[in-house]
T-cell receptor
Framework: AQRVTQPEKLLSVFKGAPVELKCNYSYSGSPELFWYVQYSRQRLQLLLRHISRESIKGFTADLNKGETSFHLKKPFAQEEDSAMYYCALRDAGGTSYGKLTFGQGTILTVHP | DVKVTQSSRYLVKRTGEKVFLECVQDMDHENMFWYRQDPGLGLRLIYFSYDVKMKEKGDIPEGYSVSREKKERFSLILESASTNQTSMYLC??????????????FGEGSRLTVL
């Protein structure tokens, strides 16, 4: 069975401070990892995927297979980053019809 | 731009009532999903469908059923609503097969309260 764990329900930082949202996973196969974000009164949307190795809105995330982690990082947080963040996993084998397993979510609040 | 539309944003129902939650997508996606979103529990998959009339159980299917009669429409049914089904329900769709990048396109959600 696959499992995604986000240990922090709430995370508060001040504007300009670095931020790291933790994500750990448990999966025996070859996983693909994602971060999704939900801003206030908006739809849940994809932020970034590990396979793209991209930086979106200043956020990056590196897949660490040894530690089974996919932490989301940003060096300088902005107030507009305040949102709910979900880490998600899918089987890279292609038999799962694209379904994702999500973590519990972390609410990030960036104070002015 | 992909649009996933959930017909009801807010519903209030009584215990034992039958509840229908409707979801329509306009991008010809094969895959459609129903998740429920609860604080501290995240998103949990109820059912998904990869084709018309096809359905697969997710992680928490008990108390729910689904219907996919047309490609663009995926309905979630609560045969006899109970208070523990009070939740936010999210519908999503995604592209099929090799074009599937892992991105799910979500609706705005349907907040169901069962009294």
């Amino acid at each position: 069975a696959q499992r995604v764990t986000q240990p922090e329900k709430l995370l508060s930082v001040f504007k300009g401070a670095p931020v790291e949202l933790k994500c750990n996973y448990s999966y025996s196969g070859s996983p693909e990892l994602f971060w999704y974000v939900q801003y206030s009164r908006q739809r849940l949307q994809l932020l970034l995927r590990h396979i793209s190795r991209e930086s979106i809105k200043g956020f990056t995330a590196d897949l660490n297979k040894g530690e089974t982690s996919f932490h989301l990082k940003k060096p300088f947080a902005q107030e507009e980053d305040s949102a709910m963040y979900y880490c998600a996993l899918r089987d890279a084998g292609g038999t799962s019809y694209g379904k994702l397993t999500f973590g519990q979510g972390t609410i990030l609040t960036v104070h002015p | 731009d992909v649009k996933v539309t959930q017909s009801s944003r807010y519903l209030v129902k009584r215990t034992g009532e039958k509840v229908f939650l409707e979801c329509v997508q306009d991008m010809d996606h094969e895959n459609m999903f129903w998740y429920r979103q609860d604080p501290g529990l995240g998103l949990r998959l109820i059912y998904f469908s990869y084709d018309v009339k096809m359905k697969e159980k997710g992680d928490i299917p008990e108390g729910y059923s689904v219907s996919r009669e047309k490609k663009e429409r995926f309905s979630l049914i609560l045969e006899s609503a109970s208070t523990n089904q009070t939740s936010m329900y999210l519908c999503a769709s995604s592209r099929p097969g090799l074009t599937n990048t892992g991105e799910l396109f979500f609706g705005e959600g349907s907040r169901l309260t069962v009294l």
